[in-house]
């Protein structure tokens, strides 16, 4: 993890003068997830076809390694898996700090896609227990979904209210995780190549999370060559001081695939705190179980992921950076 204080004023984020001025604090690149994230050997929580591994485990198997600039993890592609295993072998980290108000910048070149994957970067309470803090889903899909889904789920009393700035669509309200089979409140998004393989084919791009208690959640992205990504998102920290300009940056990030109004409709205090973030690879389970008969996908969910290795050559996250903005008063 590479700590900074170099100022750096991302004028393009939805927040008003008064915290409009974030520095970069921490940088994750390369090796720096093997030190400053957990990995979860723990039994999914979504019930999924997964066997998550220690970091030992993972690093000895192959499915994560690191370099200077490049940090990857993989599921399993090689064996069939016993009907009697836990599951598929892949991977879940969670960062050891937590962040309240933060600009959060993915620089992604790669996700897990195919049958049976649910990908997902996420941020929740470090504090909990779930659902308590909230949870705020930034990529997640299923099988082969072409289109991310941005999402929050919530304590009751939280619900998105029309009309919002946005260029995804609403594909539901409630944030409430009780309500809905924990459906969440979901924004899919309109921009292409913005899930899945269509990403990966367009060599990645870039996912920017913008939390703060006066604005709300906004989740925006751009993928790797639209001549849209503002420099600060592509050059990071080389960028420089933008300088300290008091306005609102829609003019310059244009509207975020999704946003996420805490105001009257879900009150930031009562339903957010502090977030670690996770990045995990499940199979099937609640919702890519549940979705697999719709999507022409072979045979059930549990079948294909267990007995199906070379399905998988492409079901890994490679990551360039993630760097994480907070206020500056």
């Given at each position: 993890m590479r700590t900074a204080l170099a100022a750096l004023s991302l004028a393009s984020l939805l927040i008003p003068p008064a915290?409009?001025?974030?520095?970069?604090?921490?940088?994750?690149?390369?090796?720096?997830?093997?030190?400053?994230?957990?990995?979860?050997?723990?039994?999914?929580p979504t019930h999924g076809r997964v066997n998550y591994l220690s970091q030992a485990d993972a690093?000895?198997?192959?499915?994560?390694?690191?370099?200077?600039?490049?940090?990857?993890?993989?599921?399993?592609?090689?064996n069939i898996v016993a009907p009697t295993s836990r599951g598929r072998d892949s991977v879940r980290i969670s960062s050891q700090r937590a962040?309240?108000?933060?600009?959060v910048v993915l620089d992604l070149s790669h996700m897990p896609e195919g049958c049976g994957t649910w990908p997902a970067f996420w941020s929740l309470s470090q504090r909990g227990p779930w659902p308590h803090g909230g949870e705020i889903d930034i990529i997640e899909g299923v099988n082969q979904d072409?289109?991310?889904?941005?999402?929050?789920?919530?304590?009751p009393g939280c619900t998105m209210l029309p009309p919002r700035a946005m260029t995804g669509t609403a594909t539901s309200t409630n944030c409430d995780?009780?309500?809905?089979?924990?459906?969440?409140?979901?924004?899919s998004f309109a921009k292409p190549a913005s899930y899945g393989s269509d990403f990966n084919s367009a060599g990645g791009g870039y996912y920017v999370l913008a939390r703060s208690k006066t604005d709300g959640v906004r989740v925006y992205f751009w993928s790797r060559y639209d001549p849209a990504v503002p420099p600060e998102i592509r050059n990071g920290p080389a960028a420089g001081v933008l300088g300290t300009q008091s306005m609102y940056p829609t003019a310059f990030w244009g509207e975020p695939e999704a946003t996420f109004a805490l105001d009257d409709?879900?009150?930031?205090?009562?339903?957010?705190?502090a977030h670690s973030f996770v990045f995990d690879l499940t199979f099937c389970g609640d919702w890519a179980g549940s979705d697999y008969p719709n999507t022409g996908c072979p045979g059930t969910c549990d079948d294909f992921v267990m007995n199906?290795?070379?399905?998988?050559?492409?079901?890994?996250w490679e990551i360039n950076s993630l760097r994480i903005y907070t206020p500056q008063q």
């Open positions: 915290s409009a001025h974030f520095s970069l604090t921490d940088e994750y690149v390369g090796r720096d997830f093997l030190q400053s994230w957990n990995w979860e050997s723990i039994d999914d690093l000895n198997g192959n499915l994560t390694y690191a370099t200077d600039k490049k940090f990857i993890m993989r599921a399993d592609a090689n962040y309240d108000e933060a600009v072409k289109q991310n889904l941005a999402s929050l789920h919530t304590t995780a009780s309500v809905n089979f924990n459906q969440g409140c979901g924004a409709g879900c009150d930031y205090s009562s339903h957010f705190d199906n290795p070379q399905a998988f050559a492409n079901a890994y």
